[in-house]
C-alpha cells in the first residue's frame, strides 16, 4: 500500500508558526513520526509540502493510478479551494482530510472545508497523531466489493 501525504501552505513553518496552536514540532518531526507509523504499519508513505495552489494540484494529479490514498492537511486552502477539491475528486483516491488543530473551535472561516466535501474521513484536533489516524483509517477501511 502506497499513501501520499500532501501538506499544504504555512505546514513547512510547524515549529515556528502560531506554537500555543500547531504546537512546537517542526515539518520534519511531523514526517519521522507518520514514517514511524507507516513503517510500523507495513505502509509506503510519500510526502509533499507547498505553499502553492497549482503545485498540491499537480501533485495530486500525478498520483492517479500511482498511490492507494492520500492524506491531506490543506492548510489555509481547506476553506477555499473548490480547484483541490475538484483535482481529489478526479483522482477518486481514497482521501482523509487531517488538521493539526481543533478548525471547528477556531474561527468560523475555519469551519468550512471544500476538500471535506469529498473525504471519507476528518481527523482535526488531533496534533501530529491526527495523520496516524488516517494512515490507522486507509490501511484498515473496508474495500468495496468488487
Ligand atoms: C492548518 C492551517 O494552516 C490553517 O489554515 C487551517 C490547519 C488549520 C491545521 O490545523 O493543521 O485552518
Known amino acids: 500500500m502506497h499513501i501520499l501525504v500532501i501538506n499544504g501552505p504555512n505546514l513547512n513553518m510547524l515549529g515556528i508558526r502560531e506554537p500555543h496552536i500547531y504546537g512546537s514540532g517542526t515539518y520534519a518531526a511531523l514526517c519521522?513520526?507518520?514514517?514511524?507509523k507507516a513503517d510500523a504499519l507495513g505502509v509506503s508513505v510519500e510526502f509533499f509540502q507547498s505553499n502553492h495552489e497549482g503545485d498540491l494540484i499537480d501533485k495530486i494529479q500525478e498520483t492517479y493510478g500511482k498511490a492507494d490514498g492520500i492524506i491531506i492537511n490543506p492548510g489555509g486552502y481547506t476553506h477555499t479551494s473548490i480547484a483541490l477539491l475538484d483535482a481529489l475528486k478526479a483522482v477518486g483516491l481514497p482521501t482523509?482530510?487531517?488538521h493539526i488543530s481543533d478548525v471547528d473551535a477556531r474561527e468560523p472561516f475555519r469551519q468550512i472545508s471544500y476538500v471535506g466535501l469529498y473525504a471519507e474521513q476528518r481527523y482535526a484536533g488531533f496534533g501530529f497523531e491526527g495523520y496516524c489516524m488516517a494512515l490507522d483509517y486507509l490501511v484498515n477501511r473496508e474495500q468495496p466489493a468488487e
Open 32 to 36: 519521522e513520526h507518520i514514517q514511524k
Open 96 to 98: 482523509v482530510e487531517v
